[in-house]
């Protein structure tokens, strides 16, 4: 199974409520990294928090890690209908000898005007 | 800079055929990964590369194969299309300093069915 589960599945909210999505993993990881895809397109990264930090801002970004519950949680601010898009969570995790970035399922989000 | 690019866009195969995706990026990364993408869901991970030579096994590597001759190019290989393996495949990469993979690039995809 995947090394990493977005909570809730499906968002839909108004212009301008604040959007938040949570995302577990189930191992130690290096760094966790949020990143946004419109239908259609590649994934386009967001935000990366490292393993030792516990919250990160850019813009109406705000990435929160709590290593202890293995969880984070995005949060975007007075949402826009431009924001509509999945947006997933990565992990990096070390195995095998090396690192490598693990995605979850994904968040759809709906912001309508 | 081109950033990450990969060929062909589209690419119908007939089951039992083999073919190969390309993607090449000129940002001298050292990470290289490919992924997959069904309805729905999320990216899992085929196959991915630290470096020229070195590559490993992601969540879904059966039925794939990978080489890194050059840091440029990480070419995928399907040994033999099955209709299973119809998905949307994208070719990532990154810097990978010592505290770890930094922010990927993603190319457009490659939409794959086989029928």
């Known amino acids: 199974s995947q090394q990493g589960e977005e909570d809730p599945q499906a968002l839909s909210i108004q212009e301008g409520e604040n959007a938040t999505m949570n995302c577990s993993y189930k191992?130690?990881?290096?760094?966790l990294q949020w990143y946004r895809q419109n239908s259609g397109r590649g994934l386009v990264h967001l935000i990366l928090?490292?393993?030792?930090?516990r919250e990160k801002h850019s813009g109406r970004l705000r990435v929160t890690l709590d290593t202890s519950k293995k969880s984070s949680s995005l949060l975007i601010t007075a949402s826009r209908a431009a924001d509509t898009a999945s947006y997933f969570c990565?992990?990096?995790?070390?195995?095998?000898?090396?690192?490598?970035?693990?995605f979850g399922a994904g968040t759809r989000l709906a912001v309508h005007p | 800079n081109a950033g990450v690019t990969q060929t062909p866009k589209f690419q119908v195969l007939k089951t039992g055929q083999s073919m190969t995706l390309q993607c090449a990026q000129d940002?001298?990364?050292?990470?290289m990964s490919w992924y997959r993408q069904d309805p729905g869901m999320g990216l899992r991970l085929i196959h991915y590369?630290?470096?020229?030579?070195?590559?490993d096994q992601g969540e879904v590597p059966n039925g794939y194969n990978v080489s890194r001759s050059t840091t440029e190019d990480f070419p995928l290989r399907l040994l033999s299309a099955a209709p299973s393996q119809t998905s949307v495949y994208f070719c990532?990469?990154?810097?990978?300093?010592?505290?770890?993979?930094?922010?990927?690039?993603f190319g457009p995809g490659t939409r794959l069915t086989v029928t």
């Open positions: 191992t130690s990881i290096n760094n």
């Open positions: 990532a990469s990154s810097y990978l300093p010592g505290q770890g993979i930094r922010e990927q690039y």
């Open positions: 990565a992990t990096v995790m070390f195995s095998g000898g090396y690192n490598k970035l693990i």
């Open positions: 940002m001298n990364h050292e990470y």
């Open positions: 928090i490292r393993s030792n930090e």
């Open positions: 590369s630290v470096g020229a030579g070195i590559t």
